[in-house]
Each structure stands twice: as C-alpha cells, then as structure tokens.
C-alpha cells in the first residue's frame, strides 16, 4: 500500500480545538463549540470530493462516499466517530507532542512534569518499541477519545476517494456531538442516515473488536424529610441529607462498586448527591452486561430505602429510573457477519482480531437499537479521560487500512 497517511496531522489540527461537553448544560449540543470541529470537518469532507456533506442544526455531520459497484444489493455501511471530549479532564488549549521512534523511556510531560507516562504502568506501550506516541502537554487530556476515531475516517475517506478502482458500495460518513454525556444519538435522524451497517471508531488497542457493552440505567432516589429548627427539633426534625447519607452507607460496600469489579461484573455507581435539610437527592447509573441484572440492582436499592424511610416516620421518597442504553450484542448476535467482517479485515492486514466487551457504552450500543448493527473498531487510544492519555500514530494507520478492506469485503460478499 504505497500512500502517505494523513492521520497524524489531522488528528493535531483536531485535537488543538477545544470540543469538551457540558453535562450540566439543557441544550443540544451540550456546548457550542463542538459544532467548531464540525464545521471544519464539513469543509474538509466537501474537500475531500464526498458529496451530501452537512451539519445539521443539532450538531451532527454528514457525508456520503456514493457506491461505485455494479452490484444492486450491496450494504450501505456507516462510519462513526463523536466529536465532543469528557468533561473529566480540561480539553481547552490542547498542546499534542509527538514522540517519535519511542523507546521505552518514561514520558515526562512537560507543562507538568509530575505526569509520567511509563511502560510499566501503561502496559500496552510494552509492545510499541519503534513507534510514534502522541501525548498532550501536562495540563489537559489529548482528545484522540475520539478525535483519533475522527482522524481515521477521514483519512479513509481521502484514499477512498482517491482510489476509484476499489469497489465499495454506499458509505455514509458521521459525527456526533455529546457521546461523552450519554446523549450522541438523542436527536440523530437515522432515516437521514440510511445505512444498513455501522462503525463506531472508538476503540482501545491495535485488533480490538468491542461487540458488547454494558446495559445501562440512570436511577435518582430524591428524599424529602423534616424541618424544625434545630433548637426544637427533638422528635420532629428528619433531616434528608442524613436520610441520603444514610441510603449510600448501606449499599454494598465491597461488592457492585466500579472500585471493586471487572470485566462482566456489574455495578450500582452514586455519581452526583444534592441536598438540604429538607429534600435531597442521590444520582445512580446502573450497569451490567446482562440487562437483567439491572432491574435486581435497582430493587436492591429501592429495597434498602423502603427500609430506610420505615424505620424513621415522616419521611417520603421518589425514585425514577431512565433507559440510558443496552448491551449491543443483543442486537449484534443476530448479525455475526458485521464482527466476522471486521476480523477478516485486520487479518488480510496483518493484524490479529481481538474481540472484547466495553466497560461502557458507545453510539454504536443505542444505534444498534436503533435499526443499525453497530460494534466499536480499534484506534490506538488509551488512557483516556486523564492528563496521560497518549495515541499511537501507527495504530490509526493500520485502523485506516482495516476500513478499507472492510468496505471492499462488503461489496465482495454481497449480490
């Protein structure tokens, strides 16, 4: 494959704009500025020679690649990627630093040099002797979650593009805004988008295939209690923050915790507590692999407040669950040619097909819902969410060359 990759350098020019989401924000997108990285990307997919290129007034950006197969059935396949980054760490004034040829030496970063990114603690860079790493600066995260996913399918599009002569069949080109808060397919009109098949690029390490992730629920406990002024409030006052305190003492401790579990395991995670004297409330997401286990852990907390609010009179509570997303092998299970596919792929590149279950969810869990079978393809992103975040350059490339014989297998394999 003689071509010179343009993942790199797209992924610094995207990676220096500021696209961080805003939970506490009621609009859509969450912030306005991740419709700055749209904008670009418009610009450069009409650039590019891809043609029903938008962005649509909620944020999300479109492209198409048209077939140019003589066959009538082929697939429409969709690429994705979100634009927005989490809001755990900075993601203004990105600072991307390219260390080339790494050799295994601890990584000092050096707007703060107490961050250190070593072998032993990130054990993947064990296997990446020889190739190019790129961090940020210290100070904030780097965003190749997923502004690598980004890098990739753009830099697919330009060799698709600039080879006609590989038959592919309809590809459909999307970003999403505010996949970091849970809302990246709240408004996206999947009519519009027209794709039978999809891919997020969202993925960890070199061959990783995600084709499972948790179910989740969102779960809020709101508790109003008792006021009395404190002077008087023998026998009278229930105060709610107590009542709150109270509900989180008595959940397991060592078990169904994101501290205390692992790969299939589940767990009940309290994530935000508000309260007053008066009324407070308890935020919960709920995750497990299996979607039944949900409603046992949701009932285990229902259960311990009842409790709870029967032993101290005067007390009422709420409780109100949200579907957030399900565990896309239940979609995926009855479409295994879209994982085969991929695996066929990596190995026609040389690369071995990992398949592996996410901690988390993607896009792709609620568009697999949502009429397109979606599983996550690898990027060479990890650490992600955190002042060490690091990608590596040649494995967005090889995740490049993945997809283009991915798209060439769907035209392939189909009449």
């Not at 009538?72 to 990105?94: E, L, Q, Y």
């Not at 070593?118 to 210290?138: F, M, N, P, W």
């Not at 309260?275 to 407070?280: I, N, P, R, S, T």
Request: aromatic residues 8%.
């Amino acid at each position: 494959m003689n071509y010179k990759h343009t993942v790199e350098e797209r992924f610094i020019r995207y990676a220096k704009i500021d696209t961080t989401a805003d939970p506490t924000s009621s609009t859509f997108p969450s912030s306005d500025i991740q419709k700055d990285l749209g904008r670009l990307l418009v610009s450069e997919l009409k650039e590019l020679g891809a043609i029903n290129v938008e962005m649509d007034k909620w944020g999300y950006v479109f492209g198409t690649i048209p077939s140019n197969s003589s066959k009538k059935n082929v697939p429409t396949i969709c690429f994705c990627s979100h634009m927005d980054t989490a809001p755990d760490c900075s993601g203004t004034n990105v600072k991307p630093i390219v260390h080339r040829n790494y050799q295994g030496k601890p990584i000092v970063l050096p707007d703060d040099p107490s961050q250190i990114i070593t072998k032993e603690k990130q054990k993947y860079l064990q296997g990446k002797i020889g190739d190019d790493i790129i961090t940020a600066s210290g100070e904030t995260l780097l965003g190749a979650d997923d502004k690598a996913g980004i890098a990739i399918i753009m830099d697919f599009v330009k060799y698709m593009i600039e080879h006609p002569e590989l038959k592919h069949g309809d590809i459909r080109i999307l970003f999403t805004p505010d996949e970091e808060i849970g809302k990246g397919v709240d408004h996206l009109d999947m009519e519009k988008l027209n794709a039978d098949f999809g891919y997020t690029l969202d993925g960890g390490p070199e061959g990783s295939i995600e084709d499972e992730s948790f179910s989740a629920d969102g779960m809020k406990v709101t508790i109003d209690g008792l006021s009395a002024h404190p002077g008087y409030a023998k026998g009278k006052m229930v105060n709610a923050i107590k009542m709150a305190a109270l509900l989180l003492d008595s959940l397991p401790k060592e078990t169904l915790t994101p501290e205390t579990t692992a790969h299939r395991e589940g767990f009940i995670h309290p994530y935000s507590i508000e309260g007053a004297l008066e009324k407070a409330s308890v935020d919960f997401i709920i995750r497990d692999h299996k979607t039944s286990k949900l409603s046992e852990y949701e009932e285990l907390i229902a259960a311990t407040m009842k409790d709870i609010a029967e032993k101290h009179p005067g007390i009422t509570y709420d409780i109100e669950i949200t579907e957030q997303y399900r565990n896309m092998k239940e979609v995926l299970n009855d479409y295994p040619q879209v994982c085969e596919y991929a695996g066929e792929a990596m190995r026609k590149v040389g690369i071995t097909p990992v398949f592996d279950l996410i901690r988390g969810g993607t896009d792709g869990s609620r568009m697999s819902f949502m009429g397109m079978p979606c599983p996550n393809i690898f990027t060479g992103e990890m650490a992600i969410h955190s002042r060490q975040e690091y990608v590596v350059v040649q494995d967005m490339e090889k995740s490049v060359k993945t997809l283009i014989e991915l798209i060439q297998i769907w035209e392939h394999r189909h009449e």
